[in-house]
């Protein structure tokens, strides 16, 4: 038994090994950390050469900055977000550093960009990160302790601008790499997604432990799939109706949130599967099948990446379609409940395969119909713009998480720059202020794990960097660029590897510059050490909890999954002109359930939690997602194979309907509802729903 565990663990570990290794191989972290790494050595060698030393490091510290500014974005959103950026940057280091005469002026400047740039984030992600590292940068400003506070903010913006330079040529040269490399994610998701739930097919699976799988995989997918809307229908030139690159991408695009649709569709029980069709031993063929279109769909990940234009070869399209003829011909053999169920899964296999095929080929072979283009219906599905003065100056109150975040934020780095402050000599307390600003999050749960990952990543980085300290100084430096393009490649996938290379890189780097490693190594760790004990602590200050606000997030959760539900009843009931309502309902849905599942997650860490059923808002968690898969089923199912009344649709309604109106009343700390271990599939959506009211009686 145990040299079977061994086993399996080393499959899993190895599949896992193998699959970070593509994602970084053919992702854009890799390219974009060594173009980051170049942009920030080379103003500092070319300066230190001709004796301009302070000169070279302000301009690579203004260069590194507007680095973490920019993430991926069409051509108008680096732009914009390089203008903001660089505005940003040059405010902090030229009031920090005019301020730096009078220690209460330095204060006051601290609170007041700190809180100015926390209430960014009501614009949006993008705003939200600029505001971020422009307070980071007080850090290093009281660090370097400048004395010409108008040279210095001009090299920092010199910095800035030299690397936008470099990021807008490189987005006008190839406007679609980021949009490529995002398919490409999306792709290597729904693979992921689509071996889980073969995995489903074997006996012993822990369900419970299943379904937590498949909600986190949906959370990644549910945030790349938004993640290609907002860089491909925002964009106003590749959304032309002549712009025949834009339209293979929108197709490629469109089919890759029906493939998930497809692979999330939920027509039967795992279990009931098994049991029926065991006996006629076409289990191994699905998942042979499964397998197949696993590795041809990975194949196309690849092409995405690399743009190339060259077919499959590995596995030919005819063995796949043989499979799914066979499963076919069996099912017609079978007696008429496991011959339906087989059937009903062939015929999903089949419309997964035609997707992957059309993904396959890249649509090198012809260009697709995208009449959407021309309707302009798909701009219905842009994310929404945050940018509302009723919505931002809503935000200046108690009531708001973004409010009360930013006073939290403020009232920290206040306290975060007192050791600088009344001990100017000390010269690396400004590491203190630089770790409460990049570990400090909204939410407990969220702020626990920075704090954790950061501490273990300073631990390993900083015995790695002792060990490296007595190489020779060329040695060093070339293993603190590594180090560096080490946290460019990890910082966004893996933060805890990219503290380790960045905590690596500082300590090289200043035991080069000044030497004394082993202060460098004392600070960094006291710092680090009191900056995340601050951090936990001021968690309490402005709490930010999601524990009061469930019932709500659970109440839009089954709305959407209602509305959803009856976007898929018009439409089968012949109105053609909610075919496109559907998809857009679909995405609600599936955008409100990543909101619940995302609050479950913070809860599960906080305090208040232990006043709650947190085994009951998992069932629940996991029947809405149930449902919506059900739905989706519903909704790609023809009239002829998945016949349902209107009294069927009406009852499933009419349930989710009860749950919505309770939701609001229900008590958290005892939910209690239906077994999950039997569905059966001729009623399927309504014994879910059935189910979700139960806890809601």
Same mark, same amino acid.
């Given at each position: 038994?145990?040299?079977r565990?061994?086993v399996?663990?080393?499959?899993?570990?190895?599949?896992?090994?193998?699959?970070?290794?593509?994602?970084?191989?053919?992702?854009e972290? &890799?390219?974009?950390?060594?173009r980051?790494?170049? =942009?920030?050595?080379?103003?500092?060698?070319?300066?230190?050469?001709?004796?301009?030393?302070?000169?070279g490091?302000?301009?690579?510290?203004?260069?590194?900055?507007?680095?973490?500014?920019?993430?991926?974005?069409?051509?108008?959103?680096?732009?914009s977000?390089?203008?903001?950026?660089?505005?940003?940057?040059?405010?902090?280091?030229?009031?920090?550093?005019?301020?730096l005469?009078?220690?209460?002026?330095? =204060?006051?400047?601290?609170?007041?960009?700190t809180?100015?740039?926390?209430?960014?984030?009501?614009?949006? %992600?993008?705003?939200?990160?600029?505001?971020?590292?422009g307070?980071?940068?007080?850090?290093?400003?009281?660090?370097?302790?400048?004395?010409?506070?108008?040279?210095?903010?001009?090299?920092?913006?010199?910095?800035?601008?030299?690397?936008?330079?470099?990021?807008?040529?490189?987005?006008?040269?190839?406007?679609?790499r980021?949009l490529?490399?995002?398919?490409?994610e999306?792709?290597?998701?729904?693979?992921?997604?689509?071996e889980?739930?073969?995995?489903?097919?074997?006996?012993?699976?822990?369900l419970?432990?299943? %379904?937590?799988?498949?909600?986190?995989?949906?959370?990644?997918?549910?945030?790349?799939?938004?993640?290609?809307?907002?860089?491909?229908? !925002?964009?106003?030139?590749a959304?032309s109706?002549?712009?025949?690159?834009g339209?293979?991408?929108?197709?490629?695009?469109?089919?890759?949130?029906?493939?998930?649709?497809?692979?999330?569709?939920?027509?039967?029980?795992?279990?009931?599967?098994?049991?029926?069709?065991?006996?006629?031993?076409?289990l191994?063929?699905?998942?042979?099948?499964?397998?197949? +279109?696993?590795?041809?769909?990975?194949?196309?990940a690849?092409?995405?990446?690399?743009?190339?234009?060259?077919?499959?070869?590995?596995?030919?399209?005819?063995?796949?379609?043989?499979?799914?003829?066979?499963?076919?011909?069996?099912?017609?053999?079978?007696? +008429?409940?496991?011959?339906?169920l087989?059937?009903?899964?062939?015929?999903?296999?089949?419309?997964?395969?035609?997707?992957?095929?059309?993904?396959?080929?890249?649509?090198?072979?012809? +260009?697709?119909?995208?009449?959407?283009?021309?309707?302009?219906?798909?701009?219905?599905?842009?994310?929404?713009?945050?940018?509302?003065?009723?919505?931002?100056l809503?935000?200046f109150?108690?009531?708001?998480p973004?409010?009360?975040?930013?006073? !939290?934020?403020? +009232?920290?780095?206040?306290?975060?720059?007192?050791? /600088? @402050?009344?001990?100017?000599?000390?010269?690396?307390?400004? $590491?203190?202020?630089? /770790?409460?600003?990049?570990?400090?999050?909204?939410?407990?749960?969220?702020?626990?794990?920075?704090?954790?990952?950061?501490? $273990?990543?300073?631990?390993?980085?900083?015995?790695?960097?002792?060990?490296?300290?007595?190489?020779?100084?060329?040695?060093?430096?070339?293993?603190?660029?590594?180090?560096?393009?080490?946290?460019f490649?990890?910082?966004?996938?893996?933060?805890?590897?990219?503290?380790?290379?960045?905590?690596?890189?500082?300590? @090289?780097?200043?035991n080069?510059?000044?030497?004394?490693?082993?202060?460098?190594?004392?600070? !960094?760790?006291?710092?680090?050490?009191i900056?995340?004990?601050?951090?936990?602590?001021?968690?309490?200050?402005?709490?930010? $909890?999601? /524990?009061?606000?469930?019932?709500?997030?659970?109440?839009?959760?089954?709305?959407?999954?209602?509305?959803?539900?009856?976007?898929?009843?018009?439409?089968?009931?012949?109105?053609?002109?909610?075919h496109?309502?559907?998809?857009?309902?679909?995405?609600?849905?599936?955008?409100?359930?990543?909101? &619940?599942?995302?609050?479950?997650?913070?809860?599960?860490k906080?305090?208040l939690? !232990?006043?709650?059923?947190?085994?009951?808002?998992?069932?629940?968690?996991?029947?809405?997602?149930q449902?919506?898969?059900?739905?989706?089923?519903?909704s790609?199912?023809?009239?002829?194979?998945? =016949?349902?009344?209107?009294?069927?649709f009406?009852?499933?309604? %009419?349930?989710?309907d009860?749950?919505?109106?309770?939701?609001?009343?229900v008590?958290?700390?005892?939910?209690?509802?239906?077994?999950?271990?039997?569905?059966?599939?001729k009623?399927?959506?309504?014994m879910? /729903?059935?189910?979700?009211? =139960?806890?809601? %009686?």
């Amino acid at each position: 038994m145990n040299e079977r565990n061994n086993v399996n663990f080393l499959t899993k570990y190895y599949a896992k090994l193998k699959g970070f290794a593509i994602r970084i191989r053919y992702s854009e972290y &890799l390219t974009d950390a060594l173009r980051n790494t170049l =942009a920030i050595i080379i103003p500092l060698i070319v300066l230190a050469y001709f004796g301009q030393l302070v000169a070279g490091i302000s301009i690579s510290i203004g260069a590194m900055f507007m680095s973490l500014c920019d993430i991926p974005g069409n051509r108008r959103d680096k732009l914009s977000g390089a203008i903001a950026a660089i505005l940003s940057l040059a405010i902090t280091s030229f009031i920090i550093s005019l301020s730096l005469a009078s220690p209460y002026i330095v =204060a006051v400047s601290v609170v007041l960009i700190t809180f100015l740039f926390s209430m960014l984030s009501v614009f949006g %992600n993008r705003l939200s990160i600029i505001g971020l590292i422009g307070t980071a940068l007080i850090a290093f400003t009281l660090g370097l302790h400048p004395k010409q506070p108008l040279v210095f903010s001009t090299y920092i913006v010199t910095g800035a601008a030299w690397y936008t330079l470099i990021s807008l040529t490189q987005i006008y040269l190839w406007p679609y790499r980021s949009l490529h490399h995002a398919i490409f994610e999306a792709i290597q998701g729904t693979v992921a997604l689509m071996e889980l739930r073969a995995s489903a097919y074997h006996e012993g699976v822990n369900l419970r432990e299943f %379904n937590a799988q498949n909600i986190t995989l949906h959370l990644k997918l549910n945030a790349r799939q938004e993640l290609i809307r907002s860089l491909l229908l !925002r964009d106003r030139i590749a959304m032309s109706a002549e712009n025949k690159p834009g339209k293979k991408l929108l197709a490629a695009a469109l089919d890759i949130i029906d493939l998930y649709e497809q692979v999330t569709a939920i027509h039967h029980d795992y279990g009931e599967i098994r049991a029926a069709l065991t006996s006629s031993n076409t289990l191994p063929k699905i998942l042979e099948t499964i397998s197949l +279109l696993s590795r041809k769909l990975e194949y196309s990940a690849v092409q995405f990446s690399n743009a190339k234009s060259s077919a499959f070869d590995g596995i030919p399209q005819q063995h796949i379609e043989n499979n799914i003829s066979e499963l076919l011909v069996i099912s017609a053999t079978l007696p +008429l409940e496991e011959g339906n169920l087989l059937s009903g899964i062939a015929k999903n296999l089949k419309d997964i395969s035609e997707i992957v095929e059309r993904l396959s080929v890249g649509y090198q072979l012809a +260009l697709p119909d995208t009449a959407i283009i021309e309707t302009e219906i798909y701009k219905d599905f842009i994310p929404e713009p945050p940018f509302n003065w009723q919505n931002i100056l809503s935000q200046f109150s108690f009531r708001s998480p973004v409010f009360r975040f930013a006073l !939290r934020l403020s +009232l920290l780095c206040l306290v975060a720059i007192m050791p /600088t @402050l009344l001990f100017p000599d000390q010269r690396y307390s400004y $590491w203190l202020l630089l /770790t409460v600003v990049i570990v400090n999050r909204p939410s407990f749960g969220l702020t626990r794990k920075r704090n954790t990952q950061r501490l $273990w990543g300073t631990l390993i980085g900083l015995l790695i960097g002792l060990l490296l300290a007595f190489a020779s100084v060329s040695l060093q430096l070339g293993l603190a660029a590594l180090g560096l393009m080490g946290f460019f490649l990890f910082n966004r996938t893996h933060y805890m590897w990219g503290v380790a290379c960045i905590t690596v890189m500082v300590v @090289l780097a200043l035991n080069v510059y000044h030497g004394h490693v082993s202060q460098i190594i004392s600070d !960094r760790l006291l710092f680090t050490l009191i900056g995340c004990g601050l951090s936990y602590v001021s968690i309490f200050i402005f709490p930010i $909890w999601e /524990t009061p606000r469930i019932k709500t997030l659970i109440s839009d959760c089954l709305t959407a999954s209602r509305h959803y539900l009856f976007c898929v009843a018009s439409e089968r009931k012949g109105f053609l002109n909610y075919h496109y309502r559907t998809k857009l309902a679909r995405k609600d849905a599936y955008i409100s359930f990543a909101f &619940l599942s995302e609050a479950l997650q913070s809860i599960k860490k906080e305090p208040l939690a !232990r006043a709650v059923d947190l085994s009951g808002l998992e069932d629940i968690q996991v029947l809405i997602y149930q449902s919506n898969g059900a739905i989706a089923a519903l909704s790609l199912a023809k009239e002829a194979d998945y =016949a349902v009344s209107n009294e069927a649709f009406e009852k499933c309604l %009419n349930n989710l309907d009860y749950c919505i109106a309770a939701a609001p009343s229900v008590d958290l700390t005892a939910l209690i509802g239906d077994e999950q271990n039997k569905i059966h599939s001729k009623i399927l959506l309504s014994m879910l /729903t059935q189910r979700l009211k =139960a806890y809601f %009686n």
